[in-house]
């Protein structure tokens, strides 16, 4: 009774504890730095390509740390003009270029095109998660570090119908620094969401605390399976032992084969975007290894909902007997492939060595995602195991709509970052997988703590959907138990 009295106990502080965290610590200002934008609404003379240079304080600009976005408004408006059969204008349409930038550099440069020409900016200003930071086009007419301009001129909306400034280039590396601050942008943007912030903390706290609740009443029936699991541990681990053997038994190459079918398959991804489509870095890292640490986590995931799907319909004999625990079922078929997994993390660890990319402190944490994977895919397991004794298509139906659909659905073999916008980034984000294929990546690659900025928020949110999935897995499995010898 005591140690009844005691988890329950322990419960309630972790949950009172995650809500001081999400007040205090979890304040959107601390957001994901890649997702700013350099923005410049202008008209010119000439198409051309337009470039932004970005680095810090004291270093030089150089190609690596760049952006280049296209002009084509002149040649549109060329187009209409003879197409009107009209007098040629002399400037093209207004055209809004975007940039996406990094905030982690102080120092921006604009440059204005390779081919001498004129350009009218009329807006210039930095995007972040939907704040503006506007660059005042005053200080663009009173700033002395430009480089081979012939001329430029501020025009007030007083003096024209608009705000324009005009710079007329005369050489190949006409350019101009941009003044802008860092810090400033994003006190700016906290200041401007310090409503949003409190509304979602609040709505937060509100479905966690709900969670909580449940959980808290129904705690020890939740716990049941973990416990009887703990119990079984030998006799759990033993049975995985034999599940892996046994499922390539008679074959000549035996267990080998539940190696090659993975190292093919990401060999196969590899050629198609690599060498096929031209792919080419993620970021800072090769492209074979953005898809390498991805795929992992989802091998094992596609592995282990396989077979935990089909745990009771494998052990049929074993479900018939009275005496057999079957609680114990669905983690050995996970556990039976989370030996692949093992391996292939291991595999990952050691190409990423060989290509520069040595283990840090930011690896350790590849045990705290490897749980998140195996808690989570161990509750649909325990849910589905019990559904498709009674409904046999749900097998197929998880293979086709979850499984294959799913990979693609999953930013493993395309940049989520690059390719989407912030609204459709966060609905892909939704997807629980994404946050351990990421988290793969944060931990072998890009560097990052679990914690850290908005990274926190969509911690809290991966735990809430997998203790509502092994709870709802948990509570399905209990009450169909009683048939499953009847069925099967």
Request: with cysteine; charged share 20%.
């Amino acid at each position: 009774m005591k140690k009844k009295k005691l988890l329950r106990i322990l419960f309630v502080l972790v949950i009172v504890i995650l809500n001081l965290i999400i007040f205090w610590k979890i304040d959107y200002s601390d957001i994901d730095t890649k997702g700013a934008s350099f923005v410049v609404k202008l008209l010119s003379n000439k198409d051309d390509e337009y470039q932004i240079y970005y680095c810090n304080a004291g270093e030089d600009f150089v190609e690596a740390n760049s952006k280049t976005v296209s002009y084509t408004g002149f040649s549109e408006m060329q187009k209409d003009v003879e197409t009107n059969d009209a007098v040629e204008f002399s400037t093209g349409y207004e055209q809004i270029l975007r940039f996406d930038m990094p905030l982690d550099y102080d120092n921006l440069r604009f440059d204005f095109g390779r081919i001498p020409g004129k350009t009218i900016v009329y807006e210039m200003y930095i995007e972040l998660a939907g704040y503006r930071y506007e660059i005042p086009l005053t200080q663009l007419a009173e700033e002395d570090n430009f480089v081979a301009l012939k001329s430029r001129e501020y025009r007030s909306a007083e003096e024209e119908t608009v705000e324009m400034f005009i710079v007329e280039s005369d050489d190949v590396d006409s350019n101009m620094l941009i003044e802008y601050h860092k810090d400033q942008l994003l006190e700016k943007y906290q200041e401007a969401n310090k409503t949003k912030t409190l509304i979602l903390d609040i709505v937060i706290c509100v479905v966690m605390d709900i969670i909580a609740i449940y959980v808290l009443r129904h705690f020890f029936s939740l716990i049941d399976i973990p416990v009887e699991i703990y119990q079984n541990r030998k006799l759990a681990l033993t049975l995985a032992k034999n599940d892996f053997k046994t499922k390539y038994a008679g074959s000549y190459l035996g267990m080998i084969w539940a190696f090659i079918q993975p190292v093919v398959t990401i060999l196969v991804y590899w050629f198609v975007f690599s060498v096929g489509l031209k792919a080419g870095n993620v970021g800072e890292y090769p492209f074979v290894l953005f898809i390498v640490v991805g795929i992992i986590p989802w091998f094992f995931f596609s592995d282990s909902l396989n077979g935990g799907t089909n745990a009771l319909t494998d052990y049929n004999y074993l479900v018939k007997k009275v005496v057999f625990n079957i609680d114990i079922l669905p983690f050995v078929k996970v556990m039976s492939a989370f030996f692949v997994h093992c391996f292939f993390i291991g595999f990952a660890l050691i190409l990423c060595t060989c290509m520069g990319y040595h283990p840090t402190i930011y690896s350790v944490q590849l045990i705290y995602y490897i749980i998140c994977n195996f808690v989570f895919v161990l509750g649909l397991s325990y849910l589905s195991s019990a559904i498709v004794v009674f409904f046999r298509d749900l097998g197929q139906f998880i293979n086709i709509f979850i499984l294959q659909v799913g990979v693609w659905l999953t930013p493993i073999m395309w940049n989520a970052n690059a390719m989407l916008s912030p609204i459709a980034l966060k609905i892909f984000k939704l997807n629980p997988m994404y946050y351990i294929v990421s988290g793969f990546r944060d931990s072998m690659l890009d560097k990052q703590w679990f914690w850290q900025g908005d990274t926190l928020l969509w911690t809290i949110y991966f735990w809430m959907i997998t203790i509502l999935v092994f709870g709802l897995g948990v509570k399905v499995f209990r009450r169909l138990k009683v048939h499953f010898a009847d069925v099967l």
